[in-house]
C-alpha cells in the first residue's frame, strides 16, 4: 500500500454511502438472510455499525479487540441514525493527520493507522452491498469504492491464504463482465 496513501476520504465516503443505503430500511427487513451467510440484516447492522465504532475507537487511541464488532440494542427505526452518529465519532476520531502513520492495534494485529482504517473502508463497503442486497437491491452504489476496495482487498487478502483462520471463503468466480461490486463479493467469498 502506498505509504503517501489517505484513506479517510473513501472512508468517509463509504459511510456516507451506508447512511445513505439505511433510508431504504424498513423494520420488516430486519430478520431477513444476507449474502453474509452467518448473519440476518440485524445482526449484519450490528456487525457493521460495531466494526465502524472499533475503528473509531482505535483512532481514538484504543486497542481494536478491547471493543466488540457490534452494537447493542438499536431501535428498529433508528439504524440510519446509528450511522450518523457512528460517522461523526469516526470522523472526529481519524481528523489528525499524524494518526495515520502511528502504529495501532487492530483485530489482525499491529499496524499503521492508513493500513489498519484501508481495512474497514472493505469492510464498510462490502458490508454495504450485502446490505443493499436485502433493502435496496436496485441501489446504485459507488463503484469507485468498490474499485478501491477491491484494490485493497487484493493487497490484504491474497486468493491462496484462505483457511479457518481467515474469516473469508475461497474466491468464487464471477462472470467476466461483472461490475466492481460483484467482483468484490467474489474476491471475498461471498456465493453469488
Known sequence: MDAAFDPRPLFLRSLGQ???????????????????QEYNLRMLLSHTIGAIHRIAYIGEGGR????????GEVADTDWTGAAARVRARATAAWAEDAKLDREVEVPWGLATGRIALSGYVMETV?????????????????????????GIAQQVLPADRRGPEVPFGAVQPVPADADAYTRLAGWLGRSL
Open 126 to 150: 462490502t458490508h454495504s452491498w450485502d446490505i443493499a442486497q436485502v433493502i435496496a437491491p436496485e441501489a446504485e452504489l459507488d463503484e469507485e469504492l468498490a474499485l478501491a476496495a477491491l
Open 64 to 71: 481494536g479487540m478491547d471493543l466488540p464488532a457490534q452494537v
Open 18 to 36: 451506508l447512511e445513505k443505503l439505511l433510508t431504504s430500511l424498513a423494520p420488516a427487513h430486519l430478520e431477513k438472510p444476507t449474502p453474509c
